[in-house]
């Protein structure tokens, strides 16, 4: 009995460990429970105070510009000098034509300009003879005038007859007609060439803007590059017959994307032009925080500019929430650093504290234009071509 007990009080729990176990546990659970409850209130808390100034869709992607690569005259294909995903710079060449015909008719428009413009310099000349001849025949009826004088002196004196006084009155006349023709030939001459130079005579201009038009047909059988990017939609291939304006395929700027996000219409409230806006790339993920800007919205819905608009004018009418557009202006600098593409998935979030700017885009506003100056030269490099073949020939 005394070992039974020694080992029972020895080896036993004492009496009421039991319970506090339980009542530790007891303490764990509410403290879960009040770690828990903060958690929500902070949540809540957070919700109403940060929250409220914040709208965010995952309805939103990357846009740019889809610029297309279009030939400007008719032709064979005999060379493309890029494809899909490759990288071009705008001004390189990406499709040639057959420059045959273009040639051609370059010489030949250079040709009949050479001509021209000697045929326009005998013109001058031309002008330069009928003066000298004007004066030559003012000259001339200066002479007889005087041997008229001369002869009716004698006439009175009985030293010549009448018939021969008579026959200087003819030579008098016959000067003045002869100079009159020749004032008349001389203004024709001058018509021709007044008030231009060589190179502005009309005819030398017509020749020229010949030589232009040619030189510039046989430039276009080079397609060039538009802007700078990356090359897809690639449909041209050699041998194929194309006509102006055929899409051959398109050059995508991916250093000029922006962010097209679609809001329910009960979150434009607040929406303004201006406000800072964080996007997140399913791409990258959480890593990469991409800093935007909201520079305008739609002009109406989504369905409101799709092919086939819903018409609510129905019995059967059930009430959708609309989307509009609103576009958002990344960092080109970000965008360099990390490459995004057309079409991904972005996750947009819209700092709204700032509500002091406009909904809509208010008139006088700047346009977000885009332009490329690749074909601007066309014209200067004809106009050197045309001047070397005036200078050659005058």
């Known amino acids: 009995m005394n070992a039974s007990a020694t080992d029972s009080g020895a080896g036993g729990k004492p009496p009421g460990d039991s319970g506090g176990g339980r009542g530790g546990a007891l303490r764990w659970r509410i403290a879960g429970s009040i770690l828990l409850a903060l958690a929500a209130l902070g949540i809540a808390v957070w919700w109403l105070v940060a929250g409220r100034y914040r709208e965010s869709t995952e309805d939103a992607y990357v846009d740019g510009n889809v610029v297309s690569v279009t030939a400007q005259v008719s032709g064979v294909i005999t060379a493309i000098n890029a494809d899909n995903t490759d990288y071009v710079t705008a001004g390189n060449p990406l499709v040639k034509l057959d420059d045959t015909d273009a040639k051609l008719a370059l010489a030949r428009a250079e040709a009949q300009l050479a001509k021209t413009v000697r045929q326009v310099r005998t013109q001058y000349a031309a002008?330069?003879?009928?003066?000298?001849?004007?004066?030559?025949?003012?000259?001339?009826?200066?002479?007889?005038?005087?041997?008229?004088?001369?002869?009716?002196?004698?006439?009175?004196s009985g030293a010549i007859s009448g018939e021969e006084a008579r026959h200087a009155e003819d030579a008098v006349r016959a000067s003045v007609a002869a100079l009159n023709a020749a004032n008349h030939q001389l203004a024709a001459s001058t018509a021709q060439v007044d008030h231009t130079t060589l190179a502005t005579h009309p005819d030398v201009l017509a020749a020229?803007?010949?030589?232009?038009?040619?030189?510039?047909?046989?430039?276009?059988?080079?397609?060039?590059?538009?802007?700078?990017?990356?090359?897809?939609?690639?449909?041209?291939?050699?041998?194929?017959?194309?006509?102006?304006?055929?899409?051959?395929?398109?050059?995508?700027?991916?250093?000029?994307?922006?962010?097209?996000?679609?809001?329910k219409e009960s979150q434009l409230r607040h929406i303004r032009i201006g406000q800072p806006v964080r996007l997140y790339a399913d791409v990258y993920g959480d890593d990469v925080v991409y800093q935007g800007t909201v520079i305008g919205q739609?002009?109406?819905?989504?369905?409101?500019?799709?092919?086939?608009?819903?018409q609510n004018a129905t019995g059967n009418w059930i009430k959708i929430v609309q989307r509009v557009p609103v576009r958002i202006a990344l960092d080109p600098q970000q965008v360099a650093k990390h490459p995004l593409q057309l079409g991904l998935s972005m996750k947009v979030v819209v700092e709204t504290q700032q509500r002091n700017g406009t909904r809509l885009v208010a008139p006088g506003s700047r346009a977000h234009g885009y332009q490329t100056d690749v074909f601007a030269g066309e014209l200067a490099r004809a106009d050197d071509v045309v001047q070397k073949i005036i200078q050659a020939n005058q």
């Open 208 to 263: 020229s803007s010949q030589v232009r038009d040619a030189y510039v047909a046989a430039y276009r059988t080079e397609v060039p590059a538009p802007v700078t990017g990356v090359v897809t939609k690639r449909s041209a291939q050699v041998g194929q017959k194309i006509s102006p304006g055929i899409s051959l395929m398109s050059v995508v700027p991916l250093d000029h994307l922006w962010v097209n996000a679609n809001f």
């Open 298 to 310: 739609d002009a109406g819905t989504g369905s409101a500019f799709s092919l086939l608009p819903a």
């Open 127 to 156: 002008v330069e003879q009928g003066r000298a001849n004007q004066q030559l025949r003012e000259i001339e009826l200066a002479r007889v005038k005087a041997d008229l004088a001369h002869r009716k002196e004698l006439v009175g």
